[in-house]
């Protein structure tokens, strides 16, 4: 029995867990975004949104100013689950490392070692996955302290440390959130550690817990599907029987647990109470493993309790059952062989329904998705198929980009054929308002000169008006001209020059502070009118760059997109090929194992069903005999018993 | 097949680094910052009505209308966040009118419609709608990012 990826499997409790956000709720858009494509489970939208956001964070001169800062430690988290989620697990942990190497805080750091190590136990890198928990050190965020040791427990019991992992997750029984996954790997891990007695009292517990969620329901079942088996092969049948009875009818493992229940009680020759189980499991979908050996099991327990007809008769129905079978199995052969599994795996209104694989099955036109549920059991075929539908992902969406190219060049040629005619005339009326605004800007810087001078030094004359200029100016001349003259005449014409001078004088001094003010005033006017023309002028100077941007400097991008999008396009193609034939292989390999299983159960039916018709045959004569023979109210003889495991299939 | 699987992981890492290069050079060429308005949607804490739809008009003009399905519900009450519109505005002024389309808790179905103002600088505007129904009313919040 591998019991490795069983135990395992709790470990999926802890899958992605895109953190919410900061504290004090979300800060960052884009992050949220991605959260967004992440819960619906499209992790390529979300990676590539998170991808995206963080590359720019990263560039920034100042990421601490950027929203993103908020969130940074659960973005690099969260990289690292979507590229788990997305099943790229070799990049997978690369953020986190980054994490874990820079400066953070310890819970932080203490976070990261977690998500280092689980995502290093995923990838089965189990000493890696250790050494990334031994360097949790200190403080740890609230809610993973359980996790953590789970993960550890996990990780001792992968590594064959079984008895230091009951050590651990003794101290997690009843732990919040692990309920019945920390009950059922402690019996395995005690099962390993050879202390079979305790780890029957263990799944006993884990397999009678009370469980309201289907996570928690499932691993009951399985604790009981394992006791059962454990108990049987020790021999204690009625027991196995019990812990058997306990697995829900309608889960996913009640299939297998029917068929041993009925196995149970057949070694303790209980054929009565064999058929119960074994009638059940006979009318379910018959492409299930159990249900074809329950369908060879149930005419074997009538057989024992002598009831040769109905064993005859189950016999034949259980042969036309596996002809069927077989039959539809080929079908489905020939048709992968024909490639049309392949084509109908990738049929896209079949996949936009959550149920798509089991839609696709029921499909009457389509012979091979028949038996894609149980060959989906098989880790070979879900990776194979995994793969391809991913692969099958990226091929449309290369596909669309390789199309949307031409549309971003017809646009960018619109563009420039608009802009180009007109800018050359746009730019030389720009020219000459570029060389008025400068002028405008240099008296403004002038006048703005000045009023710093008056406020230093007052100099009346310099806010004199023009007329006033005027006037100063003709009296000067008139100065001018009597200099020099002389008699009465010429001091009188002086003496008026003088006055007019002092009044000229007396009106500057004395409505100086008046005027400084509203000169003041004006250039603080003129000011606000700068500022308008120089937002005006640097909005043009970004529209007019807008313009240019708008068709410039995309055709070396575009043609790098498309060289990579056409050479990724082949990649695709080639591995989709690959893929798809690694995938045929795979499930014609099930199939035709299927197939000679089937075939050996049709030799031991048809041996059956002939060896029941004989015993029917002859008990039926012997009883007529027995009765021509016999007085009349005697009763007839008893059928011989046969070996149970001789005709056990 | 563990090789194969590896090229598989390895086209996957080649393509989301053209689609990464590609939003960036779609968004530089449709949405130029001087010019684009991203609108997103999210709902409170808590919030467990159903939304049905969500409905956007800038400056009177349809710009969209999405109808969810309950994938993308879940995903928005897990606390995700969905960019429903990315456009283009010119720089100033403009009015938002956001119209709200669901069921509340108690059955009784709800159409809540409310208008905001908003200013578009030089760089790109990020406006956020968060949708509530408390007290039995639908909410409609603009936060300015």
Known sequence: ?649 | MRSLDEQVQEIKADVLGIARDLTLLEERLLYPSNTQVAVFVDLAAGETFRLDAVQLQIDGELVAHYIYSFKELEALQNGGVQRVYTGNVATGSHEITVSVNGKLQSGREFSSSRSFSFSKGVEPKLLGLTLAADSGEAGIELGDW
Do not use: C
């Open chain 1, 1 to 649: 029995m591998s019991r490795l990826p069983t135990l395992l499997a709790g470990l999926q409790l802890a899958a992605v867990s895109a953190a919410g956000g900061a504290e004090d709720g979300l800060k960052d858009l884009y992050f949220g975004e991605a959260l967004y494509y992440a819960h619906q489970g499209e992790y390529f939208a979300a990676l590539e949104r998170l991808d995206t956001e963080l590359a720019q964070h990263y560039g920034l001169d100042e990421p601490a100013l950027d929203a993103l800062h908020y969130h940074i430690g659960d973005a690099e988290f969260s990289v690292g689950d979507f590229e788990l989620s997305y099943r790229m697990h070799h990049r997978a942990g690369r953020a986190i490392r980054a994490v874990l190497e820079g400066d953070v805080e310890e819970s932080v750091r203490n976070e990261a070692a977690y998500r280092l190590a689980r995502i290093h136990f995923q990838k089965g890198q189990l000493a890696d996955a250790l050494h990334a928990l031994e360097r949790i050190d200190g403080r740890l965020p609230d809610g993973i302290e359980s996790d953590v040791e789970f993960l550890r427990a996990n990780i001792y019991m992968a590594t064959e440390r079984s008895p230091d992992a009951v050590e651990v997750l003794r101290r997690l029984q009843g732990a919040e959130g692990l309920a019945g996954f920390a009950d059922y790997n402690l019996g395995i891990a005690l099962l390993q550690s050879d202390r079979q007695g305790e780890a029957l009292q263990q799944l006993d517990r884990a397999g009678g817990i009370r469980a309201a969620d289907e996570a928690a329901l499932s691993i009951r079942d399985k604790s009981n599907l394992v006791l059962g088996t454990l108990l049987m092969e020790s021999e204690e049948f009625d027991e196995a029987r019990q812990a058997l009875d306990r697995v829900r009818l309608e889960g996913p493992l009640s299939n297998r647990a029917l068929l041993s229940s009925g196995w149970a009680a057949a070694s303790a020759q209980d054929y009565d109470r064999a058929i119960v189980p074994w009638s059940i499991l006979a009318e379910r979908a018959s492409t299930d493993a159990a249900v074809q050996e329950a369908r060879l099991a149930l005419p074997f327990a009538y057989s024992q309790l002598n009831v040769h007809g109905r064993a005859a008769l189950l016999y034949g129905e259980a042969l036309q059952s596996f002809d069927e079978e077989v039959e539809r199995l080929a079908a489905s052969i020939d048709s992968i062989r024909k490639g049309r599994f392949l084509e109908a795996l990738i049929r896209e209104e079949i996949r936009q329904d959550k149920d798509w694989v089991i839609r696709l099955r029921t499909l009457p036109e389509t012979p091979e998705t028949y038996y894609l549920m149980e060959l989906l059991a098989s880790h070979d075929f879900q990776t194979a198929l995994q793969n391809y539908l991913d692969l099958e992902d990226l091929r449309v969406k290369l596909e669309s980009w390789q199309s949307s190219f031409d549309a971003f060049e017809d646009m960018i040629g619109l563009r420039r054929a608009y802009y180009e005619p007109l800018l050359p005339d746009i730019d030389g009326q720009f020219r000459e308002l570029d060389s008025r605004i400068r002028l405008r800007r240099q008296q403004h810087e002038l006048l703005d000169d000045r009023l710093q001078d008056l406020l230093v030094a007052p100099r009346p004359e310099f806010l004199a008006t023009t007329e006033e200029r005027m006037l100063s100016e003709q009296i000067a001349r008139i100065e001018g001209a009597l200099r020099g003259a002389e008699g009465a005449r010429a001091a009188e014409l002086r003496e008026r020059a003088r006055r007019l001078r002092g009044v000229l004088t007396f009106t500057l001094r004395t409505e100086y502070h008046e005027r400084l003010t509203v000169f003041d005033e004006h250039l603080r006017s003129l000011q606000q009118a700068i500022d308008l023309m120089t937002e005006r002028y640097e909005s043009f100077v970004r529209v007019r760059q807008a313009a240019v941007h708008s068709f410039e400097g995309y055709e070396v991008p575009i043609r790098r997109l498309r060289t990579r999008v056409r050479d990724s396009l082949a990649t695709v193609g080639l591995l989709m090929a690959r893929q798809g034939h690694a995938l045929e292989v795979v499930a014609i390999n099930e199939l035709n194992a299927r197939r000679e299983r089937l075939d050996n159960y049709r030799d031991q039916a048809r041996y059956a069903l002939a060896d029941s018709y004989d015993r029917a045959t002859k008990a039926r004569a012997e009883a007529e005999r027995a009765a021509a023979d016999a007085p009349e109210g005697a009763p007839g003889p008893q059928a011989s018993a046969v070996d149970p495991q001789g005709e056990r299939p």
